[in-house]
């Protein structure tokens, strides 16, 4: 008798700790956005529709070095998020360089030091807000 109350404790606490072991916690088991979303992202935004409406430019742009913060609970107000919506929100610093040359042989290099917050929108797409960026133009 006393193994089986043994036996019905030791599977009770088994059924209460593995649910509660592997529940979610806030920011736990969302993975952030990849390098890859993160350099297209930037790139679609750095360079916009310039590249189709002045084909005789050459466009490039390429990310440099790109560090991760923790992730953290989204704030509306100061990250741009959905508002009234817990959303999570994966710091990004990325060091970056567009380069365009021209059709007369001149070349623009502009080099951005920019910290970003990636999350997903209403739509559970990728996106980002700027909160600073810096820049440097040379010719």
């Known amino acids: 008798m006393m193994r089986f109350r043994v036996l019905i404790a030791a599977l009770a606490c088994f059924l209460i700790a593995v649910p509660a072991a592997s529940a979610k916690r806030p920011g736990q088991g969302q993975s952030g956005p990849t390098r890859t979303v993160i350099v297209k992202l ?12 002045y084909p005789t430019t050459k466009y490039s ?3 440099n070095k790109l560090a991760r913060g923790s992730a953290r609970k989204g704030n509306h107000w100061a990250d741009g998020t959905p508002p009234n919506k817990k959303t999570t929100v994966y710091p990004v610093h990325a060091l970056s360089t567009r380069t365009v040359l021209y059709y007369d042989g001149s070349k623009t290099v502009t080099k951005f030091d920019a ?16 909160k600073s960026e810096r ?5």
Do not use: A, C
């Not at 970003?116 to 209403?122: H, L």
């Not at 820049?135 to 010719?139: G, L, P, R, Y």
């Open 115 to 130: 910290k970003y917050v990636f999350f997903r929108d209403d739509f559970r797409e990728w996106t980002f807000t700027i």
């Open 61 to 63: 742009y390429k990310v």
């Open 42 to 53: 930037l790139k679609d935004h750095y360079l916009g529709d310039d590249p189709v409406n």
């Open 135 to 139: 820049s440097k133009i040379s010719h």
